[in-house]
Nanobody, 118 residues
């Protein structure tokens, strides 16, 4: 199984980006009930949770992205998305998609760089 991310890049403050993550090689019965999340890690800082789908389908957002970012998923395509609006320079980081299946196995993407210029 590979988590393949795309959509990062350079954007001006106030702009938008949409990150995508495909769970390549994962069967539907594993993908659907797994928790799905986006994390980020800025230089010199610890990796932090940005947004998450629980196994029950509820969503959680870090306070610093509430009202600006939206996590979504397409189970039929085994895709996870992060729509990021009103981006700020402090959102600059490497963004990682993550899944935890019902057995507790963690799957991480390779990371995609998001840079927001002021």
């Amino acid at each position: 199984v590979q988590m393949v991310e795309s959509g990062g890049g350079l954007v001006q403050a106030g702009g938008s980006l949409r990150l995508s993550c495909r769970a390549s090689g994962m069967i539907t019965s594993v993908f659907n009930p797994a928790t799905k999340a986006w994390y980020r890690q800025a230089p010199g800082k610890q990796r932090e949770l940005v947004a998450r789908f629980s196994s029950a389908g509820t969503t959680d957002y870090a306070d610093f992205v509430k009202g600006r970012f939206t996590i979504s998923r397409d189970n039929s395509r085994k895709m996870i998305y992060l729509q990021m609006n009103s981006l700020k320079p402090e959102d600059t980081a490497v963004y990682y998609c993550n899944m935890v299946d019902t057995r507790g196995l963690n799957y991480w993407g390779q990371g995609t760089q998001v840079t927001v210029s002021s």
